[in-house]
């Protein structure tokens, strides 16, 4: 019986998905801009959105907000925090988007043009890129006394390797004795 179920969804999987080859493409990705100073921007919203973007798009909406950035509009800052800080994107870097929120004069604007419930989000934010520096921090800690260990390591090897080459030359210099002693005795 349940293997009947199994196959069935299979095959509805199977079915959909070939289906969705015969729709139209979509007609454009929709974007997200900043909105007027008045209206406060909804980055959860934001950041969801680019979750959903391919790599190109990704590309695409960093050089947006970069260009934006560049013409000082106000909530660039916030949408390339965000961009930052999504593993995805082609600016990914936790130290940066970590530094942004520590600068004074960005956290005020965030405090004043934030809604409660983003401020909250801006909140996690700040605690889970605080969470992955210090993950970074122990995992670039951890390849350095692995690579200490794998020099102390290298470093026997060859020690080992070196007495193994002597005690063998030895071996076969005794070898030689025995047979030099041997060839005299008979």
């Not at 907000?65 to 390339?80: G, M, T």
Request: hydrophobic share 45%.
């Amino acid at each position: 019986m349940k293997v009947t179920h199994l196959i069935l969804l299979i095959a509805l999987t199977q079915l959909l998905q070939g289906c969705s080859l015969f729709l139209p493409p979509p007609a454009s990705t929709p974007v997200i801009t900043a909105q007027p100073l008045a209206a406060k921007p909804n980055l959860s919203a934001y950041y969801q959105w680019l979750k959903g973007l391919e790599a190109e798009q990704l590309a695409s909406e960093t050089a947006l907000q970069q260009q934006r950035k560049s013409e000082q509009v106000p909530d660039a800052d916030l949408f390339l925090l965000l961009l930052r800080s999504l593993p995805s994107s082609p600016i990914h870097n936790p130290y940066t988007a970590k530094a942004m929120l520590n600068q004074g004069d960005f956290n005020q604007y965030i405090y004043a043009h934030v809604s409660a419930a983003d401020l909250a989000f801006v909140t996690m934010l700040r605690d889970q890129l605080n969470q992955q520096l210090l993950l970074l921090q122990a995992n670039k800690q951890n390849v350095t006394q692995s690579q200490q260990e794998i020099a102390k390591l290298t470093l026997k090897l060859a020690m080992y390797q070196e007495a193994n080459t002597s005690l063998t030359e030895k071996l076969e210099q005794l070898k030689a004795i025995e047979a030099q002693l041997n060839a005299r005795d008979h």
